[in-house]
């Protein structure tokens, strides 16, 4: 009677369903939270990881040190697939791993719901991060949502050809000292370089260039309360008519967009001259502009300093082994641990201890003319000394605006006035 | 063929003329129209048809053949010589012969409850009379205008419930009868079982269960088996669904094969020699089924 | 499911004279049963698919709609009941008519020629040809490329300045076309994307149907004395009508419904700068996704509903008119 049975069990899924979800089916284990046992019982982790934390061989490591312990990795590609996953796992409210990771751009809307994840902090990590990473995965009321495992320092990488073919001095050091100060001495700079050279631009792309600046601004969208100032802050549209002044009107944009085709391409045409650029965009520059000579990077970064980038780890509370979870992402995030990330993958470490390391600041990277990569962007994330507030609403407010700013640069569809109404528009919309 | 005497002497000659005919006098394979061999302009249509539709394949295999930089710098007309090393690394970096294992399992089982249900509803929809059953089609219709994206939610939420999350089950349930299915096997059958075949086994005192068995399906056979493919290579294909809801250990060839995309820089090469690699098997696939699937089977509607 | 899928039926009696010999309660009896097995059957056979549609199709439409009249977001859950305040609130929004407006663009764009097309190829494939499964297989190959390959590829055709096409058209004179910027051109390449993905697919449901068209039936008009033509708008197009309502409303669906290739027509997935290509399920998935707010992105995935089965509604009508037209049956 195998039918019947059949029939049996699917009636009782239908009746379940009618119970609008009442609690059938396999409910939640009593879980300890972080701060149960570890390191006796037999237990599988699951880490959920995107695009590329370097772990692989960590995990290995880690299953040798702890017997008990089988690590079960979950990657996705691009960190939209892996944010589509964690916010349809968080809405179900079931299914996240163990530990997963995040984008620092999505913290802000995460720590709005902050009894979603387990509360991290933890004497034995004090002091671990740069003040800025940890700063930002911390609650009003103290509570760390996410231990931080990379850093997107900027520094800028240049094509010293084509300085050198412009009569610009090309050497890192002068470079370095050329584009020292604002925001404004690196746009006459490219105006100096694009008149003196035929045809290449001074960068790429008016929406990457203003995202280098607004992440120096502390409360550029939003207010601590979560107010919305976009659209009346005066520091936001100054910001956007400088760029755009300078990549349509002056002419230093290559009016690309970044991560398309055309983008891609453009690394094999001799495009632009300039990029702003963290750690991870090296590898990326490395193989779209193949057989290409002449990359170069500076120890310096218009208006100070800047980061873009990075991750951390969290702990959902849906979790049945937290403590142990804990217990791991605290390993994986330790200083020696970073730095072997940063030798499989070239993850710049977010650690304090780490940006001392002689093997960090050993680097160097063959590709750009041998430079002391290493040495720079530890220079670089050391120069950070703001804090840009990022409110819940901040993702679809950037989404507006670099919109806004594609509309101008590369779709040449809107003057930067009227792009700027349908900004405000959008944002009145949210 | 008991039926066509039978439908002789209850409802005449004429009768017994138009179930013959039902039964596809066509020979297996019989061109539609006239036999004449079309001309060369036909040929010269089909061939720019399938150049089109076999280029991004084509493409694929190209990129894939070469190294990470062909991307930015064009992809040449040649084939390069790496495909073998592409390959390898694709076998290195994901768990393939598993995933190639749950595809097959997922898309093989999909398949074939898909073209039953799918047949038996569609033979009850198309040819038997009952209460409400325009507006239980009509109903059948709508289920597929609901926008896909937002079921996302609840259906993690009841897959959660009944404990499937991660387990196979999760993608193969929701696919065991879609409304496409229904709605198409509904359409073919209207025209091509003809009624009094039903009627005739009927008479013969064939039982509902009988005749959907002896008749129904036969006549279905085409469809069916366009179907069956259908439904294989699009669950073979899905990705969305079961990248939400599996796990990293159980995943199926489109869910393994996106982490050849994880990296700062990616290199399509890899990607592409993966997506060529998982196109095979339904290649081949094609060619071992493709002559039963294709030559329009219609011996006669019952098997005598 | 029902006891008597499992168990092989006897082949039906082959001499119908023999059932006389039966005693007449038997027959009383048998009467009964057959009575039933009328009456159940049809319901028996579309049980399994009202069945699966009330674990994983019901419970999402019902919960969807209790979403929409909430404030809800799609991480902290459920909020205020709002009533029809989502709705009002979104159909006041221009986004929601821009969406609608370029998903009926994109759709007309994609269904009327893939619909034609695909007759046409169905009726050349079911000509007499050389090598038929080869043919026939060919045109679904498009069907069976990873999703993945195909955004790269159509991306690297219809890139703006390195791409394919804009370099064909330099090449002989003409000015590219800014796919990206443009909100007809973008439309063009999307429904260019689709169109290569469904052609062969609704080819081959065609044919199916051609298939069964009775030979004979060609015959007679070949008597007749019409031509080829003639006979393709006489005999085969009146034949395939319920396989044309089928595909026509299937398109109609699907094509209301077009999300992948819009979203991989760019890197960012909004549907434009200026939402030039942002269709229904795109304006969904920003404002559940992207906004997090699950209560309006619920609004406009049940207004999208209405609209698809009011469009699916007159599409059938309005086929079911043609495909009788010119049709002797």
Known sequence: MQNRARITALSAAAACLALTLAACGSGGEENAGVEGETGTEEVTLSVGTFNEFGYEELFTEYEELNPNVTIEHKKAATSNEARDNLTTRLAAGSGLSDIEGIEMDWLPELLEYSDQFADLSDPAVEGRWLDWKSAAATTEDGQLIGYGTDAGPQAVCYRADLFEKAGLPSDRESVADMLDGSWQDYFDAGKKFVAASDGTAWFDSAGATYQGMINQVENAYEEEDGTVIATENPEVKDIYEQVLQASVTDGLSAHLTQWEDDWTASFQSDAFATKLCPGWMLGIIEGNAEGIDGWDIADVFPGGAGNWGGSYLTIPTQGANQAEAKKLAEWLTAPEQQIKAFESKGNFPSQVDALESETLLGQTNAFFNDAPTGEILVNRANAIDIRPFKGPKYFPINDAMQQALTRVDVDETDDPASSWEKFVTAVGAL | ?304 | MAVTDRVQPPPPDTNPRASRGKSVKRLAFSQKVSKWDVKLSPYLYISPFFLLFAITGLFPLLYTAWVSLHSWNLIGGQGDFTGLENYAFVLAQPFFWNAVGNTFSIFLLSSVPQVVLAIAIAAVLDANLRARTFWRMGVLVPFVVAPVAVGLIFNNLFADQAGLVNEILTGIGLDPVRWHSDSLASHAAIATMVNFRWTGYNALIFLAAMQAVPRDVYEAATIDGAGRLRQFFSVTVPMLRPTIIFVVITATIGGLQIFDEARVFDQAGLGGADRQWQTLTMYIWELGWGQRNFGRASAVAWLLFLIIVVIAMANFLITRRIATQGGRR
């Open chain 2, 1 to 304: 063929m008991s039926s066509i005497p039978m439908i002789e002497q209850t409802a005449g000659k004429g009768a017994a003329r138009a179930a013959q005919r039902g039964l596809g006098s066509r020979r297996r394979g019989a061109p539609g129209g006239t036999a004449r061999r079309p001309g060369f302009l036909t040929y010269g249509f089909l061939a720019a048809v399938i150049l089109g539709s076999v280029f991004p394949l084509w493409w694929s295999f190209l990129v894939g053949t070469h190294d990470s930089s062909v991307i930015s710098k064009g992809v040449p007309l040649v084939p390069g010589g790496n495909f073998l090393a592409n390959a390898a690394s694709v076998l290195d970096t994901i768990p393939f012969w598993k995933a190639l294992g749950n595809s097959v399992l997922v898309s093989t089982v999909t398949a074939f409850s898909v073209v039953l249900f799918s047949t038996l509803a569609g033979f009850a929809f198309a040819k038997l009379r009952f209460r409400g059953s325009k507006a239980l089609l009509v109903f059948v219709i709508a289920t597929m205008a609901v926008p896909t994206q937002l079921g996302v939610v609840p259906l993690f939420i009841v897959m959660a419930k009944l404990g499937w999350t991660g387990s196979l089950w999760a993608v193969i349930v929701p696919g065991v009868v879609t409304a496409f299915g229904v709605f198409w096997m509904t359409q073919y059958l209207r025209d091509a079982l003809p009624d009094e075949l039903i009627e005739a086994v009927r008479i013969d005192g064939a039982s509902m269960i009988q005749a959907f068995w002896y008749v129904g399906l036969p006549a279905a056979r085409p469809a069916a088996a366009m179907l069956a493919l259908f439904t294989f290579v699009a669950t073979w294909t899905n990705f969305f669904w079961p990248f939400i809801v599996l796990d990293p250990s159980n995943p199926t060839l489109p869910v393994a094969l996106q982490l050849l995309q994880a990296a700062h820089f990616v290199d399509y090469s890899i990607v592409l020699a993966g997506a060529v690699l998982s196109t095979i098997p339904l290649l081949l696939l094609f060619a071992v089924a493709g002559r039963q699937l294709v030559s329009g089977i219609m011996q006669g509607a019952v098997k005598g």
